[in-house]
């Protein structure tokens, strides 16, 4: 769900962004629209958001409505101080946080390496979140590497058989 991150107007989240001073109904009926336009979504993340994420009212907000329709939310962590998981938690919506975005650099051997992090906190804490986009490196590297971490014992799952 696109969502208004701190260093807006310089990054720009779309159309149809939540931005922090709209009010409450605002803010649902677009919640509503993007929950709509995916109709086999179950939740959702926050893309960018940091301005969002921060801010208890308007974060609420949309969990308001996600709670309505039984949808989790993944705090992507844009920001340090994000609020949302524990906002999320107050509300009883299922929740959980990104361990890492594994392309933030795009090049592919950056991927493999962000991968490779991922999978060693896995290791250590037994179920992590990654966040990827949908770029040429990031696909490229996972069809080479997901088997072989399979093979590995690695098992992925939707996230929404880790939200809790």
Known sequence: LPM???DYPERDPGPEAIFVKYPEEKIRALTRKALASVPHARGINNHMGSRVTEDPYAIGCVLKELRS???YFVDSVTSPRSVAYDVAREMGVRCDRNTLFIDRNEEESAVEQALG?????????GTVIGIGHAKPATLAVLQRALPELEQQGFVFVKVEGVVH
Do not use: M
């Not at 992090?117 to 804490?125: N, S, T, V």
């Open 117 to 125: 992090a991922l999978a060693k906190r896995a290791r250590r804490e």
């Open 69 to 71: 329709r039984g949808f």
């Open 4 to 6: 208004e991150p701190i």
